[in-house]
Nanobody, 123 residues
Framework: VQFVESGGGLAQAGGSLRLSCAASGFTFRIYAMTWFRQVPGKERELVASISSTGGITNYADSVKGRFTVSRDNAENTLYLQMNSLKPEDTAVYYC?????????????????WGRGTQVTVSS
């Protein structure tokens, strides 16, 4: 199981970024997927979840209405469109797979965490 996150970078407040997560080593289309973020000294935070078919999505209150999670099961890729960025969105962003959207944070994740992609938002 491998996750390779990309698309991070430096953005100004109010700007946008689109993150991608290339997944491999498992049957991507049958797993729920998630985006997490982490800042130094803090625990990893769940940002968004999406069911295996993409029909169900959930968001942290802090990003609701600004971020959109999506997936392309044909390309084994997960996306996070981030709009109206705020300085508090600055973090390393990671993707992860779970048996189901109900299992997120309850059951163990499918694989090890990738390297993540750094997002920095300047004010």
């Amino acid at each position: 199981v491998q996750f390779v996150e990309s698309g991070g970078g430096l953005a100004q407040a109010g700007g946008s970024l689109r993150l991608s997560c290339a997944a491999s080593g498992f049957t991507f289309r049958i797993y729920a997927m998630t985006w997490f973020r982490q800042v130094p000294g803090k625990e990893r935070e769940l940002v968004a979840s999406i069911s295996s078919t993409g029909g169900i999505t959930n968001y942290a209150d802090s990003v609701k209405g600004r971020f959109t999670v999506s997936r392309d099961n044909a390309e084994n890729t997960l996306y996070l469109q981030m709009n109206s960025l705020k300085p508090e969105d600055t973090a390393v962003y990671y993707c992860q797979a779970w048996d189901s959207i109900e299992a997120v944070l309850i059951a163990p994740p499918l694989g090890s965490w990738g390297r993540g992609t750094q997002v920095t938002v300047s004010s």
